[in-house]
RNA sequence: GGAGAGGUGGCCGAGCGGUUGAAGGCACCCGCCUCGAAAGCGGGCAGGGGCGAAAGUCCCUCGGGGGUUCGAAUCCCCCCCUCUCCGCCA
């Protein structure tokens, strides 16, 4: 949600950024409903004042003995025609929230406005593309010598998507988000075991509800959403608070699975663990000031970089262009790593800076300082990092010629000094 | 799921048909006092919205939504949540 107050006055400004990222966007019918909806309240409320004034002077009549006959009469016609200003008024309300809901946040001055994502720059790069003295595997091949995944299974259990993991796979993904989580830990973001279902108001905040609802699994029953990522249940967490100034920034990491259903994004080249419905994730979330935010943005960013770094993986750093920006983003950074058997960059982290925009759809405050009235909060997401995804690359990555997978160092401690996985003996 | 109790401002807590957007306390802010501080004293202090350059003014909000009434925090209905007891399950 963006403020109103300021687009109404920045509208000529708003509206050239926002097409920077969707050149659909046309804000004229907004502002002209906007102008009809304020004319509808002041209406509204001018019937409504009259009416608490004539109501307010009963008492007194009837205290002088006068009749309160005919102001009985005058007051049933003006609430007559108080509760249809109301109903004008409502109706354009909620046509006004819908279309103003459905807008996506103002991109950051430093985004660069394109529509084309091949647009978007790489800002840094890490490490370089392994090279293989032998025929490399992909993971499906590597899992299938080692044994570690059994998608048949998961589709027998669930559906295709729904990967199951085997053994020394399920121990090494155990120990890469132990390991993401202690690091953040250490980091100075607080760790939190969070629902994996949200309700309505916690999916609207951070603008999955409404416009992206249909890629998140829903639990009609109870009107309950299973969570994307843990960044929704993240921006749920403080909703409909006002933060003491002195607890910010808030930084909170979280381990989750994550559940999307990817509705019309089928693709037969991303198998295996590449792209499922289910999948894990570290999450890393904060809350700011308005005047820090940009600050924690690079922040999260070093963290998940330093992260993959850790893991010993290649890869880049990409500031995503305007076109390619997730509905509340201002500013997005992506962390790619390189799979060697797909020949291409895979993303692992994806670090946001969404300003006010959930904020203000939930309601998250602060108070500046004492006596200053309170502001809305800046909000924060990154990955850090998808354990899924990583399992890919680490396996690509350190595959050995004899079929072993060798362990990142970073993970040893976590796999009970493990150096590395081998295939079942005698097979 | 059944029975009962309850949801009021940043927090605690009164109010139970009009003068209460809400007593009192705590917290917080400003001032006095003090070498400074504490205590004490005086004052201030909810959120959102419309109009307005501003001062200001009006409207809404006492868990949420409807209703009764000229008028609702107060009465009625539905829903949600918390607590206690019972049942069920881990």
Redesign the pocket.
């Known amino acids: 949600m963006l403020d109103m107050?300021w687009v109404r006055e920045h509208a000529a400004e708003t509206e050239e950024a926002l097409r920077s990222r969707d050149s659909s966007i046309n804000l004229a019918p907004l502002l002209d409903l906007d102008r009809k909806r304020?004319e509808a309240?002041?209406e509204?409320?001018?019937l409504?004042?009259e009416?608490?004034?004539?109501?307010?002077e009963?008492?007194a009549r009837?205290k002088a003995g006068e009749s309160v006959e005919p102001l009985?009469a005058e007051?049933?016609r003006i609430?007559e025609e108080q509760q249809a200003a109301l109903t004008h008024q409502r109706e354009l309300e909620d046509t006004f929230e819908e279309i103003a809901r459905a807008l996506p946040n103002i991109p950051h001055e430093s985004v660069p406005r394109s529509l084309d994502k091949r647009d978007n720059v790489v800002v840094r790069e890490h490490g370089a593309k392994p090279e293989f003295g032998f025929p490399f595997k992909n993971h499906l091949e590597i899992g299938e010598t080692l044994g570690i995944f059994d998608f048949e299974r998961g589709v027998k259990i669930a559906a295709s998507g729904f990967p199951v993991y085997v053994g020394d796979g399920c121990r090494l993904e155990r120990a890469l988000i132990n390991f993401l989580l202690d690091r953040n830990h250490a980091a100075g973001y607080k760790m939190i075991g969070l629902p994996y279902l949200v309700n309505r108001e916690t999916g609207y905040t951070s603008g999955q509800i409404p416009k992206f609802s249909e890629q998140m699994y829903h639990l009609a029953a109870d009107d309950l959403f299973i969570i994307p990522t843990a960044e929704i249940a993240l921006g749920g967490y403080h909703r409909e608070e006002?933060l003491p100034a002195s607890d910010l920034p808030l930084r909170y990491t979280a381990y989750t699975a994550c559940f999307r259903r990817e509705a019309g994004t089928y693709g037969a080249e991303e198998r295996g663990l590449v792209r499922t419905h289910q999948f894990n994730k570290v999450e890393i979330f904060s809350l700011t000031t308005p005047e820090t935010s940009y600050e924690e943005l690079e922040r999260i960013r070093g963290q998940a970089e330093h992260l993959v770094e850790e893991l010993g993986l290649h890869f880049r750093t990409t500031l995503l262009v305007t076109g390619d920006l997730g509905q509340g983003a201002a500013k997005t950074y992506d962390i790619e790593v390189w799979l060697p058997g797909q020949d291409r960059y895979y993303e692992v982290s994806s670090c946001s800076n969404c300003e006010a925009y959930q904020a203000r759809r939930g309601n998250i405050?602060y108070r500046p300082t004492?006596?200053s009235?309170?502001e809305f909060v800046h909000t924060l997401n990154g990955s850090a990092l998808a354990t899924s995804r990583l399992m890919i690359a680490i396996l690509e990555c350190n595959q050995r010629e004899d079929g072993s997978v060798r362990i990142p160092e970073a993970l040893r401690g976590y796999m009970g000094g493990q150096e590395a996985l081998a295939p079942p003996s005698g097979g």
């Open positions: 107050k304020r309240i002041t509204a409320e001018r409504k004042a009416q608490n004034r004539l109501g307010k009963i008492p009837k009985l007051l049933s609430k006002i405050r004492a006596t009235k309170p």
